[in-house]
């Protein structure tokens, strides 16, 4: 398995508080990547990284920021959390983009309530 | 714009009988395609892929899917199922040069005793 490790895995907190998921890889691989997955949906693309400090959009990326100071961890952050945002969120790495196909490895996610 | 589609939301199989789970894409350009397996209450892991070549892809485990061009499509199949395969299925697609990779909505598929 990837060592991909999702913190935390469970969390229950209030509208409009700040919340911060991490995601902590020991592969070394350049991409990373924050999914949410909702029933109906499948997996939307939040936003990705392909390398430190360089971080791009994804399908939803409103109301969700990300930080990538260092190769193996990268952050999620809602500002002001939302009902809309509760959510089980995956983060995944690969080696490469999308020119060589390499596919991505998930992380066992964390679950997100926001009453 | 790309887009996946598995049309089914549930396939319910009795052990031992042959499944297919569907899935088509739509792109302009070329593309990889990916089926992942989740399993309850753990991340998606990689079950296939196509990236180029024969149009047959196998796993480990029994299953095959087959990339169809003329048709958009990559229908995952297995012969023979387990009540070990009793878990949800994603179509994944992404374009070459592209970083997002697009899922489908997922297939539960419930093998029966």
């Known amino acids: 398995d990837a060592g991909i490790t999702q913190s935390p895995r469970h969390k229950v907190t209030e509208t409009g508080t700040p919340v911060t998921l991490r995601c902590h890889q020991t592969?070394?691989?350049?991409?990373m990547y924050w999914y949410r997955q909702d029933p109906g949906h499948g997996l939307r693309l939040i936003h990705y990284?392909?390398?430190?400090?360089?971080?791009d959009k994804g399908e939803v990326s409103d109301g969700y920021s990300v930080s990538r100071s260092k190769t193996e961890d990268f952050l999620l952050t809602l500002e002001s959390a939302t009902s809309s945002q509760t959510s089980v969120y995956f983060c995944?790495?690969?080696?490469?983009?999308?020119?060589?196909?390499?596919?991505?490895?998930f992380g066992d996610g964390t679950r997100l309530s926001i009453l | 714009a790309q887009s996946v589609t598995q049309l089914d939301s549930q396939v319910p199989v009795f052990e031992e009988a042959p499944v297919e789970l569907r899935c088509n894409y739509s792109?302009?350009?070329?593309?990889?395609l990916f089926w992942y397996v989740q399993y309850p209450n753990q991340g998606l892991q990689l079950l296939l892929k196509?990236?180029?070549?024969?149009?047959l892809v196998e796993s480990i485990n029994g299953f095959e899917a087959e990339f169809n061009k003329s048709q958009t499509s990559f229908h995952l199949r297995k012969p023979s199922v387990h009540i070990s395969d009793t878990a949800e299925y994603f179509c994944?697609?992404?374009?070459?040069?592209?970083?997002?990779?697009?899922f489908g909505t997922g297939t539960r598929l419930t093998v029966i005793p």
């Open positions: 792109s302009s350009v070329s593309v990889y």
């Open positions: 995944a790495i690969s080696e490469s983009g999308g020119g060589l196909g390499q596919p991505q490895h």
């Open positions: 994944a697609v992404k374009e070459t040069g592209a970083n997002n990779l697009f």
């Open positions: 990284s392909y390398g430190v400090k360089d971080t």
């Open positions: 196509y990236l180029s070549g024969s149009t």
């Open positions: 592969e070394n691989h350049r991409y």
